[in-house]
């Protein structure tokens, strides 16, 4: 059996000493999954999100995404992990109002050090593939929602990162967009990427999702493998 993609191994996560947001938690997620995370605010989902992307520390327990022992990594190794390892796709965008759609999505290629040429032609086939190249010369505040969205997502894949990890990612579209965006989370779980979703939308989870958690109290009080259904 290989080796799963995420596994967090008995982490707890408390901060200033108050309760703690995650308790003894363990996870296993194994490569081509895709994890919805639910939950009542509070229940540690954002947490768990960080934990993983790097973005915080456990206080205790060991977090390994992709063979790598992310919770003992230098600041160093954490921004090299994140260029390589992770895509983050985010509730509000998190584009750069200044830079047009393609070069939001050449940044990450640019932080890597990958070869002008090559990122360029990369960047437009994902453009191309999440139906947005026409937009590529377009500043963020000239797209829609749905299409930002598709920007960013864009962006997270720039660098071919195992594993997607994405915030509420249809928490600021209205209805129709969001359906655009859980089509194309389900279309790119259907070619073999591995996502992590934390998500209110049970919609969402729902249509993208092969298996569910939902958190409570720092712990995981459910957890359901299931067919993906159709957006």
Do not use: W
């Not at 000493?17 to 954002?46: C, D, F, H």
């Not at 915080?56 to 090299?80: I, K, M, W, Y």
């Not at 000239?142 to 915030?167: E, W």
């Amino acid at each position: 059996m290989s080796t799963p993609i995420i596994q967090i191994r008995d982490v707890t996560k408390t901060y200033d000493a108050g309760r703690p947001v995650l308790s003894g938690l363990n996870l296993e997620v194994a490569a081509g999954e895709a994890l919805a995370v639910l939950g009542p605010s509070g229940s540690g989902k954002s947490t768990l999100l960080n934990l993983i992307a790097g973005l915080d520390r456990p206080s205790a327990g060991s977090v390994t995404v992709d063979g790598l022992r992310v919770d003992q990594l230098t600041e160093a190794g954490l921004a090299r992990y994140r260029q390589a390892r992770i895509g983050m796709v985010f509730q509000f965008f998190n584009l750069l109002d200044d830079l047009t759609a393609l070069d939001n999505v050449l940044l990450p290629a640019q932080l890597a050090g990958l070869p002008a040429v090559k990122a360029r032609r990369r960047a437009l086939e994902l453009l191309a593939q999440l139906g947005v190249d026409e937009h590529a010369g377009a500043f963020p505040g000239r797209l829609s929602g749905g299409q930002r969205q598709r920007v960013a997502v864009a962006r997270a894949l720039m660098n071919r990162p195992p594993l997607l990890l994405a915030d509420e990612p249809t928490g600021a579209l209205d209805r129709a967009a969001a359906a655009d965006v859980r089509e194309l989370l389900t279309e790119l779980h259907a070619a073999g990427q591995t996502l992590l979703l934390v998500t209110h939308d049970t919609a969402l989870a729902r249509a993208c999702a092969s298996r569910t958690i939902e958190l409570l109290d720092g712990g995981i009080v459910r957890d359901v493998v299931r067919p993906v259904m159709s957006a």
